[in-house]
């Protein structure tokens, strides 16, 4: 989804040294540099984009199509796209991924579960030499 096209513009900040109290919701993109207690969801039918950063702390629920995070996170994350857990990142609760980036450094107190990914006995690629 984010690969070569353009991503959606952040248009919304929550500063350092704020605090929000209560659920949140947004669209295109948010950047956090404060602190959230509440769930933050990206509303559906159009990309998001959601950068939790170095100085940032969330306490709650995380979906949105990519996530970006370098700060701290209490509570699973749901990554509809892409996670990218930058060097700093520290999350407790289980996460959930299409696909995921995650840098040296990067915490995860919970369980890793890729969405969209079959578990099945088949081989996943057939040789073409078996097909003659």
């Known amino acids: 989804m984010f690969g070569k096209k353009s991503q959606p513009p952040i248009k919304s900040l929550i500063a350092q040294g704020s ?3 209560g659920n949140l919701k947004f669209t295109d993109g948010l950047r956090i540099d404060g602190e959230v207690i509440g769930d933050i969801r990206a509303n559906e039918g159009s990309p998001s984009i959601l950068v939790i950063s170095e100085s940032a702390c969330v306490t709650g629920a995380i979906h949105a199509d990519h996530v970006i995070i370098n700060g701290r996170v209490m509570g699973p994350v749901h990554a509809a796209e892409l996670l990218e857990l930058q060097p700093k990142a520290k999350i407790q609760g ?4 299409k696909a995921l980036e ?12 890729p969405t969209n990914h079959e578990v099945s006995d088949k081989p996943l690629l057939k040789l073409a030499a078996n097909n003659a």
């Open 102 to 113: 995650m840098h040296q450094g990067a915490v995860i107190f919970g369980q890793l579960r």
């Open 19 to 21: 605090c929000i109290e």
């Open 94 to 97: 289980d996460v959930a991924y």
